[in-house]
């Protein structure tokens, strides 16, 4: 049975040397990269929160935000289609609570699935 040492035997000191440097160079890239996705990703949340805070009413920005905490996925759907409704003007606004609750049911809606059992009774 080999140990891990084994494998890195055949390399002089200058190779594993030179391994370790190139390994390290790509771990800090792939950490670079993660948080410019990370920063672009807070910044467009942001705008999308200044967006939301300018249409809505406080209560219907109260109910997508408690929403996001249960389920961030249809936050993140309903806020979209809200702000994509208000741009295409078929919503007007402020967005009121009552409006944010029609779109959340219509939404839900959509998103669940029906299913229908046989029972077979011998």
Do not use: H
């Not at 805070?53 to 209560?59: G, T």
């Not at 809200?82 to 741009?87: N, T």
């Amino acid at each position: 049975m080999r140990c891990l040492s084994d494998n890195y035997s055949d390399y002089n000191d200058d190779e594993l040397e030179e391994l370790k440097q190139r390994r390290l160079l790509e771990l800090r890239k792939k950490l670079e990269e993660e948080q410019r996705r990370k920063k672009l990703e807070e910044e467009q949340e942001a705008q999308k929160l200044a967006v939301l805070r300018a249409i809505m009413e406080p209560e219907a920005l109260d109910r997508l935000s408690n929403l996001k905490l249960v389920k961030p996925e249809l936050a993140n759907i309903a806020e979209e289609t809200i702000i994509r409704l208000v741009q295409m003007g078929r919503l007007s606004t402020p967005v009121t609570d009552d409006i944010v609750k029609n779109i959340l049911i219509e939404l839900d809606n959509r998103s669940r699935k029906e299913y229908e059992f046989k029972f077979k009774w011998k």
